[in-house]
């Protein structure tokens, strides 16, 4: 029966993280998938998540199955966190679901039982695993301008006119802060614009969020959103805990619907349930249970808080730090924009040979984009870097 199938090739981002592994030189550097790592490259366990954790496996009396939606408070705690208290709640529902990704494609069966005709418009750069993961649902994909890689900056001209020439009821993706794979987000000003061409040619948003927090905080990175929530009748979240909680292989993620009235929220609801009953059945439930607690209880809050700004200040710093090595010597080759961008990632701004020779010949791991995840920088490797980077410029 398997015999006809022809192997895939392994997808580009994880096949980084074992071929970083398992290189046997001491100086290497892993810029490649986007996991936080602290000033000794490790990827720690939040010290909240460690004792909420502690608290949960004393306190915790079954496992019993909780339903297709997942734990009920941490739905109502995200939504709280993404939309704020000014979102209409009647018309919100939010469901959990296996990670960001595992939203995604809650989100994408949704749209195709709605309208199996809908294309998904997602920005002319974006996360890779968007294209095939959407079109796994059975979603066609198409790209609106966004990202000029010569200038380092968002085309927002461009991308208000090719948003107004997609076909009312089709699907925009668009990334609510620290876009990947750029680092490039639009203003407050921007999004506003945005949101009312979306508006004006009754477009729905799906906005996938998985750093909020790590630009500025949850209130100014969740500004799209909340904007779109007051003006729009209809969009899609999907949200990660992944990096802001550092829940990754927890798999913590939720997905929101805001529907017109609370009727076609009940039926979405309805939807959802079914759509994730077929998927998965049900959400795994320890990492929503931590962040449930977390985010119940002001004193837990406030430790995450301070916990995710530091790590959104060290990945400010990280930038700098980069940026400012590689711009002492002097190549003629700017590299500026580092400092511009927000969150985890931006583009290098070279090209796949030398990303191919920063592998080869240093041990500096990349997406053949040039995508670097600044988390990886050190003041340790930061020399190494710069003086590898420009050998190969
Ligand atoms: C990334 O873009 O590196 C992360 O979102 C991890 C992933 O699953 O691709």
Redesign the pocket.
Known sequence: MFEHLKPLPA?A??KLIEEHRSDPRTDKVDL????YKNVRSETPVLDIVKRVERELLESQQSKAYLGTAGRALFNSRMQELVFGDTADDTRLLTVQAPG??GALRLGAELIMQANSNAKAWVPDET???HTPLLNSAGLTLAKYPYYDGKSHTLLIDQMLDGLRKIPSTDIVVLHACCH??TGVDPSEDEWRAIVDVLAERKLVPMFDT?YLGFAQDITADAFAIRYAAEVLDELIVTA?C??NFGL?RERVGALSLLAKDSTARDVLASQASMAARTLYSMPPDHGAAVVARILSDDTLRQQWDKERDEMRDRLSDMRSLLSTALENKSTGHSFAHLTRSKG??CYLGISAQQVARLKQDFGIYM?DSS?I?VAGITSENVGYLADSIVSVL
């Open positions: 997808d981002l994880l490649g998938v986007g996991v960001g990704s996360w890779a695993n990947n794979p998985a990660s992944s990096k990754y985890m990632f997406a995508r995840n």
